[in-house]
């Protein structure tokens, strides 16, 4: 990130005049909104934002059949028929299984990948490159009946395993680019300090540059687990067994039944947010960071 | 182990290992796994999609199953009214969405850049909808948009809309009840990249430009869009083919209803496979998609000229 900074500081005018005095206390720098116009657009967006959240809060808190604007009295009863009657509980450690080996497979590949494309040429290099990029165009879900029938090839369909490949495979390319423009502001003298100190590249790679990839690792692993947690045609159409569905899937079929239970959707909706939430307010700052280094642009 | 030992012996003479020099095979090896990956699950699948366009193929109807030439698609563009409805209604809701997307992102972003009590906080709520799926999404909005219970609900109890209307099954309303779902996942998305650009602007750009007098509107068009211009078109583009590709959202929110209202060209194209089995119909279809977004992204490339220069 340094290197970028430094490269986009570069070209800024030179300052002839004195700096702007520094605002006394209380009163608002040159380079801040005047209050209002943060809270109040902030203030309606946050209600746009929340009032879905609460609703679904709402809805899986009430007993069934209540009216009321408040979840009062509280009641668990639909997270506990969600989780054991629709078997929210197997599709919870599918997904999280899905999750987890997906974010695995993509950051392991994407990281050999990316350091391939940050430190060396190479001569399909281009090429490859191209194809990241095209890959981008290509829409999984265009793509259900040939790799429906490359994993019955496989004999894959109705293993977890068919989805976890198809959901990294879809990862893989914007991954791999982000991680090696993370690899390119690791600056190489690092790496070549190292190895003249006696280590060969691997290590040199995993006490130098691995540290340094932290925030941009933490956003693509991240990516990819949000990815595949919600990800719903993939697992709709590979994976036939109730026992090995996914949430999304589970979400689907609770709107799909021909009276919909608004309390067991609602209940199964948060099931399905918490993870991935969690997993989004704990990396917020990384993404940003992570985005900002990483650029998507290249 | 035999490595701790050797960077224990203290006077250990630097050496030139096999590391520094260039290995040619590292490089190929390095990519082969993603290489293998993409070719077998991505390349092999689109090259075969190609061919079944030009097939008869209905598992369900065997019989039939054979070399089709260019049937499909002469069925699509003559015979197919759906076939064109689905573009209009795709065009119309990839316009609608990205144009509204890439506005409310690019306030969102400009307002939570600014330093203000309760910052992350703040931001964190607000992109938090970034993280919900696309049939999540539709599960809370279906909560929503509930006749009976729904918002709609208390809204009529304050007077506005009636009673017992679902936005979702009604032709009028179901167009924009199912933008502005969308767009309550897709804005932060925006706002996110754009953030992240924005942070790497210099402020010394603004502190200059203060200097000098100009106007915060000035500002933002001669120092803060021109900035952004890389990373709002990378993201538009991103996105457009992200909301033309993407099935979850409509497929459980609305399944393309009511009356085949809101049908996309990629949710008819998985109706084709996925419910009525003709893969050789959907392939054409496919393949028409493809061409269309290739077409529309090399053109959108071209006039915001981007990447003109080599980078």
Redesign the interface.
Known sequence: MSV??AT??AP??V?A?P??PRPAKGERA????P?WQ??L??GI??L??????Y??LL?SLRPAGS?S?VPWPVTFDHFEKVWTDRSFGTYFANSVLVGVATLLMTTL??L??G???A??D?R??RG?ML?LLC?????????????F??FAGLQMINSLGSVI??E???Q??LS?ILISNFIKNVPYSLE?AA??????????FRIVVLPLLRPGLIAVGSFAF?HS?????FAL?FLNNQDKQTI?VG??S???ADS?D?GA??A??II??VP??L???FI??W???G??AG???? | MA?AA??AKPP?P??R????A?PRR???L??A???L??L???????V??FY?SLQNYNPTKPWRNGYAGFDNFVHAFTEDPVFWDTLVFSAKWVVVEVGLQLL?GL??AL??N???VGR?L???????????????T???????Y?SQ?G?T??LADIGIGSYGTSWLSDTSTVFPAAVVADL?RGV?FFA??I???L??????????A??DGAS?IKQFWHITLPHLK??II??TL?RA?WE?????LL??LT?GGPAGETTTL?LY??NT??DAHN?GY??AL?TV??VI??FC?MVYLRLSKFGGES?
């Not at chain 1, 040159?30 to 909104?33: H, Q, R, S």
Request: proline letters at 6%; aromatic letters at 14%.
């Open positions: 970028k900074e986009k500081t800024a005018p300052r005049t700096e702007p040159w380079d801040e909104a209050r943060i809270y657009p902030l967006y946050l746009f934002t929340l009032i879905p959240f609703w679904i809805f009216t604007l590949v994407a050999a990948g350091y391939a494309l430190r060396f190479f399909i290099k490859f194809a890959s981008q165009f290509v829409p999984g879900a265009l793509l259900l009946v040939p790799l029938e490359i490949l198809a990294t495979v879809f893989l390319p791999m070549e190895w003249v100190d006696g280590c060969n590249r691997m290590t040199a949000v947690w919600n990800h719903f045609l159409m999304p979400l689907n609770l709107m799909s919909v608004l959707l609602a199964g909706g399905a947010a991935v939430v997993v989004f307010a917020q700052k993404l940003i960071t985005f900002s650029a998507v642009k290249g | 490595q050797a960077v250990a630097p050496r290992r096999r590391a520094s260039t590292l490089p190929y390095l990519i796994p993603a290489a990956l993409m077998g699950f991505i390349a092999y699948p689109v075969s999609v079944y409310f306030a969102l307002i939570v600014q330093t203000f992350g703040g931001r964190a709520l607000v992109f938090s909808p970034w993280a919900v799926s696309g049939v999540l539709s599960a809370i909005w279906v909560l929503l509930n219970t918002i609900r208390y309550w932060p996110i990249l953030l992240a650009d942070q790497s602007v210099s402020k010394d750009l603004y502190e200059a203060e200097v915060r890389d990373a990378l993201s991103l083919v033309f590709n993407n099935v979850d497929y459980t399944g990629p194209i998985a496979s996925v893969f959907a392939s496919t998609a493809f977004l290739l992204s980078k």
